[in-house]
Nanobody, 117 residues
Framework: VQLQAFGGGLVQAGGSLRLSCAAS????????MGWFRRAPGKEREFVAS????????YYADSVKGRFTMSRDNAKNTVYLQMNSLKPEDTAVYYC???????????WGQGTLVTVSS
């Protein structure tokens, strides 16, 4: 599966952005989808994931209550709605996919989110 993320940009603290990730392939709904991010000088970290059906989502504690991940299997697309953004959310955000019992083997190119204080 090929992934392309977009929607990043510059936003002030307290603002919102929505990231999207479009996937190729006919079996999109069979993949668990995730978002990770890498902040400057830090290691890549998990942000959120959603199961193939979209029924279950999981979030890092740092974004819980502010970010919402969803998917539209008819459009082969996942979304990350980011509200109440903080400067520490500044990072390159990556879309990723895995089979339910596998590892995150598929990665998009990343999209930069910059939150100014």
């Amino acid at each position: 599966v090929q992934l392309q993320a977009f929607g990043g940009g510059l936003v002030q603290a307290g603002g919102s952005l929505r990231l999207s990730c479009a996937a190729s392939g006919r079996t999109f709904s069979s993949y668990v989808m995730g978002w990770f991010r890498r902040a400057p000088g830090k290691e890549r970290e998990f942000v959120a994931s959603v199961t193939g059906s979209g029924d279950n989502t999981y979030y890092a504690d740092s974004v819980k209550g502010r970010f919402t991940m969803s998917r539209d299997n008819a459009k082969n697309t996942v979304y990350l709605q980011m509200n109440s953004l903080k400067p520490e959310d500044t990072a390159v955000y990556y879309c990723t996919a895995r089979k339910p019992s596998g590892n995150y083997d598929y990665w998009g190119q990343g999209t930069l989110v910059t939150v100014s204080s």
